[in-house]
C-alpha cells in the first residue's frame, strides 16, 4: 500500500491550463509553468490530465514552480 500524504496532485493544480503547452512539456520532459527542462529526481507530478482535445497529457513543474502555483 502506498501512504497518501495529502490530496492528489491534480486537485492542487485544479486550473494548469494544458492549451499551448510544447510537446516537452505536455510529456513532463519541461516544468509546466516556466518550461524548465526537469529531470525525473527533482520534477513534480502534476498528475495525468486531458487537453481540450481529449489528448491525455502529463503535465510536471519544478519544486518552485508546483509550490507557487498551489493554492
Ligand atoms: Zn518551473
Known sequence: ???TTGPPAEA???NLNTD???????RGG???YCGG???TG???DLGERRDPDGVR????????CAERCAP
Open 12 to 14: 492542487l493544480h485544479p
Open 37 to 39: 527542462p526537469l529531470t
Open 42 to 44: 527533482i520534477a513534480v
Open 30 to 32: 519541461a516544468c509546466t
Open 57 to 64: 497529457v502529463f503535465p510536471r513543474a519544478c519544486p518552485a
Open 1 to 3: 500500500m502506498t501512504e
Open 20 to 26: 499551448g503547452l510544447t510537446d516537452e512539456q505536455r
